[in-house]
């Protein structure tokens, strides 16, 4: 169901939607946009196959589409897409989860071979967002945090996004959702890659999801939640929480929950079944007008 825009609402919060048709909206210094693109085909692939040096994929990669937030007055860029998540599948390299049903998975593909699984078919990642600093707009000139030329930098911190202050009644002036990759492990579960975004007249909000249902097996919830409050400084902040819920089924339904997958279909109603494995918050603070 597409998000229908108020634009009273857009008035009154001093927001613009963007031109030409692009999917999002300028608001506070921030563009903010969404873009939804087809599933990569075979030449594309293996284009990718060649840059992340792998031969697998998901099922469905949407390689082409992404969540961009950009700070217009100093160039910065937080961004959501499926190629950096991949990167940080492969560089994470967890070990294959062992179920009997996952051979058989590959077996529909390829029927007469023996097909040993010694990566990780379930594509989950530790991916919690990219960054980039715009060194010349003119250019389009870019640095990237992670290559240690940008003055961009997240710090480890106590503060925690305010959830409360998100559910007061406010405007929405844009939401939408991106799906960037997804692989249903042959018929045998889910792993789902998401970002959605809610823009507000007082804050923008993010969330990215990875969502892991191997039936019978293990689930696994990963959450990155960015949250950026507007206001009159010209530097802004950007709170990120990360948190990793994981279980097996066995241990649930020692719990007392059920263990049929079919009670597991949405991550929001079933996420505080879940244990915390790991919690971290960091802020960033953007650099100031130049």
Same mark, same amino acid.
């Given at each position: 169901m597409e998000f229908e825009v108020d634009e009273k609402e857009l008035k009154a919060a001093g927001a613009e939607l963007l031109p030409d048709g692009r999917r999002g &909206? @300028? &608001? =506070?210094?921030? %563009?903010? %946009? $969404?873009?939804? @693109?087809?599933?990569?085909? $075979? @030449?594309q692939l293996q284009e990718w196959e060649q840059k992340l040096q792998s031969s697998h994929f998901p099922e469905m990669v949407f390689g082409d589409s992404s969540l961009v937030l950009k700070h217009m007055n100093n160039g910065t860029k937080i961004h959501f897409n499926a190629f950096d998540a991949l990167t940080g599948w492969k560089q994470e390299a967890l070990p294959p989860v062992e179920v009997p049903a996952a051979a058989i998975w590959k077996y529909k593909s390829e029927s007469f071979q023996q097909v040993i699984l010694d990566y990780d078919y379930t594509f989950t990642t530790p991916y919690c967002g990219s960054e980039t600093e715009e060194i010349n707009a003119e250019l389009g000139r870019e640095a990237t945090s992670e290559k240690g030329n940008s003055s961009l930098c997240w710090e480890e911190c106590k503060e925690e996004i305010d959830l409360a202050s998100l559910a007061l009644k406010e405007p929405i002036l844009f939401y939408d959702e991106v799906i960037l990759y997804e692989d249903e492990l042959g018929d045998n579960g889910i792993s789902l890659l998401t970002v959605k975004v809610r823009v507000m007249p007082s804050s923008w909000f993010v969330l990215l999801r990875f969502w892991l249902r191997v039936d019978g097996v293990l689930m696994r919830l990963r959450d990155t939640r960015? =949250?950026?409050?507007?206001g009159k400084s010209t530097n802004p902040v950007i709170l990120r929480e990360s948190c990793w819920r994981e279980a097996t089924i066995q241990a649930l339904a020692a719990k007392g929950y059920p263990s049929d997958s079919a009670a597991y279909n949405d991550p929001s109603i079933i996420s505080q079944r879940l244990p915390i494995i790991m919690r971290k918050t960091h802020k960033l603070k953007l650099p100031g007008t130049p």
């Open positions: &909206l @300028r &608001l =506070h210094g921030w %563009e903010i %946009e $969404s873009l939804k @693109r087809p599933i990569l085909n $075979s @030449r960015m =949250h950026c409050v507007f």
